[in-house]
């Protein structure tokens, strides 16, 4: 079974500038998360998706975030205008249907440099 | 949200158990606790869950006492391929979904 596939594995922008990363969850999976993970610090929830729809978006940093999941398959993760602080590795996950019980499969994750 | 706290380092050596404690005070009664395990450059891995007792895989085990306010990670015979950070998270279905909350995670460090 093929995993959670992201692109790409880095990315090097000037603040300022504008940036999208991609996801492909795992096949048949209805649940999709974003999440951003600082070094040093655990991965923090941006949004996550019922198949096209959002569940929570409470985190996500609506003035600069936006989060998209056509056709409840793909989704892409943008960053406009990037700030300093927005350097992390942003992980992509998926997960059957949701529930409390589900496993979230993550992948390798997009490591984003803002300088 | 049920806030977890652990340690945030532990050293062993190849060969020992190594177990790791979660606290969770204010953990919901639909909650379940989870532990992710995760490698450098790598997004994080499940390893195991539990709802209350005793469960155990192929990788590890997870104690839950009766009140459900902390749980242990049980590790078998670590090996230096365990060395990793490991999250303990509690979480469940509240109105908007499923939501998980990651602390920062416990580094473990195995040597020979």
């Known amino acids: 079974e093929a995993g959670v596939a992201q692109s790409p594995r880095y990315k090097i922008i000037e603040k300022r500038q504008s940036v999208a990363f991609w996801c492909n969850p795992i096949s048949g999976h209805a649940t999709l998360y974003w999440y951003q993970q600082i070094l040093g610090q655990g991965p923090k929830l941006l949004i996550q998706?019922?198949?096209?729809?959002?569940?929570?978006d409470s985190q996500l940093p609506k003035d600069r975030f936006s989060a998209e999941r056509l056709k409840g398959v793909d989704s892409t993760l943008k960053i406009q205008p990037a700030k300093l602080e927005d350097s992390a590795v942003y992980l992509c996950?998926?997960?059957?249907?949701?529930?409390?019980?589900?496993?979230?499969?993550f992948g390798p994750g997009t490591r984003l440099t803002v300088l | 949200l049920a806030k977890t706290t652990q340690p945030i380092s532990m050293d062993s050596y190849e060969g020992q158990e190594v177990n790791i404690t979660c606290s969770h005070n204010n953990i919901a009664t639909n909650d379940y606790i989870t532990w992710y395990q995760q490698f450098p450059s790598q997004g994080p891995r499940f390893i195991i869950q539990?709802?209350?007792t005793k469960v155990t895989n192929e990788v590890a085990s997870l104690f839950i006492p009766a009140d459900r306010k902390s749980s242990t990670l049980s590790l078998p015979r670590v090996s230096l391929s365990d060395t990793a950070v490991y999250y303990c998270?509690?979480?469940?279905?509240?109105?908007?979904?499923?939501?998980?909350?990651f602390g920062t995670g416990t580094q473990l460090k195995v040597e020979l």
């Open positions: 539990g709802y209350k």
């Open positions: 998706f019922q198949n096209n729809g959002v569940v929570d």
């Open positions: 998270l509690v979480g469940g279905l509240t109105g908007g979904g499923n939501k998980l909350t």
């Open positions: 996950a998926s997960s059957y249907h949701g529930g409390a019980e589900d496993t979230q499969y």
